[in-house]
T-cell receptor, first 109, second 115 residues
C-alpha cells in the first residue's frame, strides 16, 4: 500500500466550528488531492496541490481551504463547518495513477 | 459541463455470468481509470487506460477505451462473489486545462454477485 495516512479517521463536530483534516504521505510525491465522497455523487475533487505552497481549486472548493507547507502534509480546513459538509473525505497522491488514503468520516451536527 | 456517466448504477449478477459496465464521458481525454471500492474502505486502483483502443485485463475483469466514442467498458467474465464491490470510472481532465491527475469520477456501479 502507498504510504498515505489520514487523521482523524472519524470526527463529529458542530455547525460553525472549524475543522482541519490532515493527509500525510511517505512517498515524497509531488501531487496530492482532497476528495469528498457522498452517496449518489461518486468522488468530487475539492482541492489539489502540485507542490509545496502550490494549490488549486477543484470541482467543489467552496467552504474549504487547503495548505501545504511540506511535501508530506496536505491539510484541508473547513473554516466554519456546515451540515452539507458531512461526508467521507479521501486524500490521494499521484499523478497519472492515484493512490487513496483510508478516508476520514466527518459528521457535522 | 464535464460529465462522466456510468451505467448501470446497480447491478445484481449471478455467479458465473458475464456482464459489462459502461462509462461515457463528455470531454476529450486520453486517460481513463477504473477503481474498486469495498464497503467502508478506500479506493483501489484497477486499471489506467492511456490511449484509444487500449485494453487491460486482470483476472475476470477487462477494461477497454474508445476515445473517439468517449466510452470505456469494464467487462466481467464468469462473475464470482469476491467481485462484489462498487466500481468507479474516472476521467483525467488534464487535456481540458486541468492539472495532471485532476479526475472527474462517475457515480459508481454497485455490483452484487449472488450464488
Amino acid at each position: 500500500d502507498a504510504g498515505i495516512t489520514q487523521s482523524p479517521r472519524h470526527k463529529v463536530t458542530e455547525t460553525g466550528t472549524p475543522v482541519t483534516l490532515r493527509c500525510h504521505q511517505t512517498e515524497n510525491h509531488r501531487y496530492m488531492y482532497w476528495y469528498r465522497q457522498d452517496p449518489g455523487h461518486g468522488l468530487r475533487l475539492i482541492h489539489y496541490s502540485y507542490g509545496v505552497k502550490d494549490t488549486d481549486k477543484g470541482e467543489v472548493s467552496d467552504g474549504y481551504s487547503v495548505s501545504r507547507s511540506k511535501t508530506e502534509d496536505f491539510l484541508l480546513t473547513l473554516e466554519s463547518a456546515t451540515s452539507s459538509q458531512t461526508s467521507v473525505y479521501f486524500c490521494a497522491i499521484g499523478g497519472a495513477w492515484q493512490y487513496f488514503g483510508p478516508g476520514t468520516r466527518l459528521t457535522v451536527t | 459541463e464535464l460529465k462522466v456517466e456510468q451505467n448501470p448504477l446497480f447491478l445484481s449478477m449471478q455467479e458465473g455470468k458475464n456482464y459489462t459496465i459502461y462509462c461515457n464521458y463528455s470531454t476529450t481525454s486520453d486517460r481513463l481509470y477504473w477503481y474498486r471500492q469495498d464497503p467502508g474502505k478506500s479506493l483501489e486502483s484497477l486499471f489506467v487506460l492511456l490511449s484509444n483502443g487500449a485494453v487491460k485485463q486482470e483476472g475476470r475483469l477487462m477494461a477497454s477505451l474508445d476515445t473517439k466514442a468517449r466510452l470505456s467498458t469494464l467487462h466481467i467474465t464468469a462473475a464470482v462473489h469476491d467481485l462484489s464491490a462498487t466500481y468507479f470510472c474516472a476521467v483525467d481532465i488534464a487535456n481540458y486545462g486541468g492539472s495532471q491527475g485532476n479526475l472527474i469520477f462517475g457515480k459508481g456501479t454497485k455490483l452484487s454477485v449472488k450464488p
